[in-house]
């Protein structure tokens, strides 16, 4: 209960919470000004609830798809295993001569060039890590992808 002064007298007022459902609550012949808001509130966040409850889940392998912003160039072999890739992309950055290397994937993924799925175990490239991660620290490329490229063959053509 609220205790308010008027005229001289003192008067009790009921206090109403914002989230009781009586529709007739009223203050002097006034409605509460936001009930409209709290109850569109409550069934926006019930109806969410619902939607969201319905939604496919996200498949994990969508994360791993390439970014149709990104541009990917292997520069040059500068070893049997290692690359140098020009990596322009407007989310993650832009890396010249990046240097990356030949390893074992530790986990399944796409491949950043080609798009073609990546299993763990298989030989990828992946870019050197020195002292801080690059953001395109987990990204991945075939070694298969790379050899098979024209200018990476074997015979140096």
């Not at 989230?19 to 966040?45: E, P, Q, S, Y």
């Not at 890590?129 to 987990?138: G, L």
């Amino acid at each position: 209960m609220e205790t308010r002064r008027d005229e001289g007298h003192f008067r009790q007022e009921a206090s109403y919470s914002p989230f009781d459902t009586m529709d007739a609550r009223t203050d002097g012949g006034h409605a509460f000004v936001w009930d409209h808001v709290i109850n569109a509130l409550k069934t926006c966040r019930d109806e969410c609830r619902a939607e969201a409850y319905l939604a496919p889940p996200a498949r994990c392998m969508e994360k791993y798809l390439p970014s149709p912003h990104t541009q990917i160039d292997i520069m040059e072999r500068l070893s049997e295993s290692s690359v140098a890739v020009l990596w322009r992309d407007a989310t993650r950055g832009r890396y010249g001569d990046q240097v990356w290397i030949v390893c074992r994937a530790r986990i399944k993924g796409r491949c950043a060039l080609s798009g073609a799925i990546i299993r763990r175990g298989d030989l990828v490239y992946k870019p050197r890590v020195r002292s801080a991660a690059p953001s395109n620290a987990a990204a991945m490329i075939l070694a298969s992808v790379v050899s098979g490229m024209p200018c990476m063959s074997a015979d140096g053509g």
